[in-house]
């Protein structure tokens, strides 16, 4: 799918042990999107994932990577590429994951609702139903209740706020105070669709099929589950006091 418009598109995708992955994924987002440009923020894998990027043919002109000293955590990675994408003018910031769990088939969907109107679209499992393939059920429970869990607390009128399948307008991104998200982990998910909501821009979801990872290792961990319970605590506090960080243009 070419672009329909001038805005310029830039998919950032996290990295940490993806060799497996990274230019089959590279390949399927560029082959859906062509006028796209992917930024890949490896947090120094082992495995050479990396050298992978700086070795294709496209990188420098389509593809671009930011090197990390250690592995840093999820938010901080997404916060180093929209802080890139930023800086350099980009209109639509798409959040994916390289090990295919998020089909790159599906970003012309998610373009289409941002040319809708939408500030922020987010890709759902659950909306209409569950689409989710390869989970055993006890984890199907869990993101499920996490879900209500979030929703519960904040308040927040989507179905899946832990999904990590976005596409940011800048002006989101450019009206979130990034310096001052506090989540590392997946936590990052919920906190920054509570920012965007509570500064009233406009959110869509679209529904996706969630396919757990063919290939490498997951990065899920008690750490990472221990910050999501605090943060959306902390998170719903914060609502109850009124608070909101930024708003939209009007």
């Not at 329909?4 to 993806?18: A, D, K």
């Not at 390949?27 to 006028?35: E, K, N, Q, T």
């Not at 990577?65 to 999820?74: F, I, Q, T």
């Not at 899920?220 to 009124?242: D, K, N, Y």
Request: hydrophobic share 45%; charged share 20%; with cysteine.
């Amino acid at each position: 799918m070419d672009l329909e418009s001038r805005e310029r598109v830039l998919v950032v995708v996290p990295t940490y042990v993806e060799a497996t992955n990274i230019i089959r994924f590279i390949d399927a987002v560029l082959g859906r999107c062509p006028g796209a440009h992917v930024l890949v923020i490896d947090d120094a894998s082992p495995d050479g994932t990396a050298d992978l990027v700086k070795s294709d043919r496209r990188f420098g002109a389509s593809v671009f990577l930011v090197e990390r000293p250690g592995k840093m955590g999820l938010g901080s990675a997404y916060i180093a590429g929209f802080r890139w994408a930023i800086a350099r003018g980009y209109d639509l910031i798409f959040e994916m994951d390289a090990d295919f769990s998020h089909d790159p088939a599906e970003i012309p969907n998610f373009l289409a609702r941002a040319r809708e109107g939408a500030d922020l679209v987010l890709g759902s499992r659950y909306v209409g139903g569950v689409r989710v393939l390869n989970w055993p059920i006890s984890r199907l429970f869990l993101s499920l209740g996490a879900a209500h869990y979030v929703q519960l607390l904040t308040g927040m009128p989507v179905t899946d706020p832990t999904g990590g399948f976005k596409c940011f307008r800048r002006r989101v991104l450019e009206s979130i105070d990034l310096s001052a998200i506090q989540s590392n982990g997946y936590a990052f998910q919920i906190e920054m669709t509570f920012w965007a909501w509570r500064s009233g821009f406009t959110i869509r979801e679209v529904p996706i099929i969630f396919a757990d990872r063919a290939a490498g290792t997951s990065k899920m961990s008690m750490a990472i589950t221990r910050e999501a319970i605090w943060q959306v605590m902390r998170l719903g506090l914060l609502r109850l006091m009124g608070k909101t960080m930024g708003s939209r243009p009007r």
